[in-house]
């Protein structure tokens, strides 16, 4: 089968290519500029070379058709473009991509995809289901309304976490009021699936810690950089997941019949940056310091949210991986590169 992954060259796509080539499927990925192309090329040059990785430019996602040659015959759609960072000034600079390249793939779906195309999982985000004013255990059925709200109210004056916020809650609502729109025209389902920050080791084209996903730069500054006091983040709660798992439920989300029309929330769990500090230092890694802070903390935290994953692990069989697999394999890896 022919997969459609767009934004191919992202933290999150790169794990999710290799997972489908793995696993035998065909892939076409999209990507802004040719000048993604190489990396790609050359890091699933086998794959490249049997026919089975092919990559083609889409220059503007918000722009109209941009994804109808695209999707021409593929039999199901993984959409993960969508900027994701804290620099926006006017709203509409994040709004629109996320948006407007949901809604473009879907219309484009619509007059070119062809018979063949069973599903669309569209990567949506924690985001479209809390924000930090809410409480408690949170699940599928819970929308992020109020940053929407807060960006329609505050504009530009809003801050950067409820830009992105409301750019993945409003796009993943329109690619659910696509769906029940035109369900009387389409043969495919949709499945969204929402993911808190993402950690993993880098697989994706990153040459120095200035270039890494907002994501990964989080856990560089606050395990690598020591910017941070451990004040400062010991504030800071969030879920969070593993990269592999991120990219399994893509897999899954294709693969399982019964994500049809569902929306997953694949969180591993929650921490705040103490838990980190916890897990590396009883990792106790060959010259790899990490701040000790009040060892234990983490357990007695109050979370004003978390995020229940029962149906990621029922319906799509995901297994999470637990902090110190995830910590000891990105600090591996970053080390690595010599950061
Ligand atoms: P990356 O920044 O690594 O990847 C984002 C991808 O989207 C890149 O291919 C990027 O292309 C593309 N993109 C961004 N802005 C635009 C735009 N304006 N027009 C066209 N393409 C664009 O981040 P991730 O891999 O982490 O993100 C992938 C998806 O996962 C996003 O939808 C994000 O919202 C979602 N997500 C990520 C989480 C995380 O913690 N990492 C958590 C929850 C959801 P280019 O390189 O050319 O900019």
Not at 182 to 187: G, P, Q, R, Y
Not at 295 to 306: E, I, S
Request: proline share 5%; hydrophobic share 40%; charged share 25%.
């Amino acid at each position: 089968a022919k997969v459609l992954v767009s934004g191919a060259n992202g933290f999150l796509a790169v794990y999710i290519i290799k997972d489908l080539l793995e696993r035998g499927y065909t892939i076409r990925g999209t990507v802004r500029s040719e000048s993604k192309n190489a990396y790609l090329l050359n890091l699933f040059k086998k794959e490249a070379q049997d026919g089975k990785f092919e990559l083609v430019v889409v220059p503007d996602i918000t722009a109209p058709g941009a994804f109808d040659e695209a999707v021409k015959g593929v039999d199901a759609i993984e959409h993960t473009a969508s900027p994701y960072h804290y620099k926006a000034d006017d709203p509409s600079e994040i709004i629109d991509p996320a948006v407007k390249g949901t809604i473009g793939i879907l219309e484009s779906v619509l007059k070119h995809a062809g018979p063949q195309l069973k599903r669309v999982v569209v990567t949506s985000s924690i985001s479209a289901i809390m924000s930090p004013e809410s409480n408690g255990v949170l699940t599928e059925k819970n929308w992020n309304d109020s940053s929407i709200t807060q960006v329609r109210e505050l504009g530009r004056a809003a801050d950067q976490g409820a830009k992105y916020r409301a750019s993945k809650s409003l796009a993943e609502k329109v690619a659910w009021e696509f769906v029940e729109k035109n369900k009387s025209k389409i043969a495919w389902d949709l499945t969204t699936l929402c993911p808190p920050f993402v950690y993993g080791p880098i697989l994706h084209d990153v040459r120095s810690p200035e270039e890494l996903n907002s994501s990964m730069a989080l856990f560089y500054e606050a395990i690598f950089t020591k910017r941070k006091t451990l004040g400062e983040l010991a504030q800071i709660q969030s879920g969070w997941v593993d990269a592999r798992d991120v990219s399994l439920g893509h897999v899954r989300a294709l693969e399982v019949p019964a994500a049809g029309g569902e929306r997953f929330i694949l969180s591993g769990g929650e921490a705040i940056w103490q838990d980190w500090f916890d897990v590396l230092n009883e990792l106790d890694i060959p010259d790899f310091n990490v701040p000790v802070g009040t060892p234990g903390a983490g357990k007695a935290f109050k979370y004003k949210q978390t995020f229940d994953n029962s149906k990621a692990k029922e319906v799509l069989g995901i297994k999470f991986h637990e902090k110190p697999e995830t910590a000891l394999d990105i600090v591996n890896d970053l080390r690595a590169k010599g950061w």
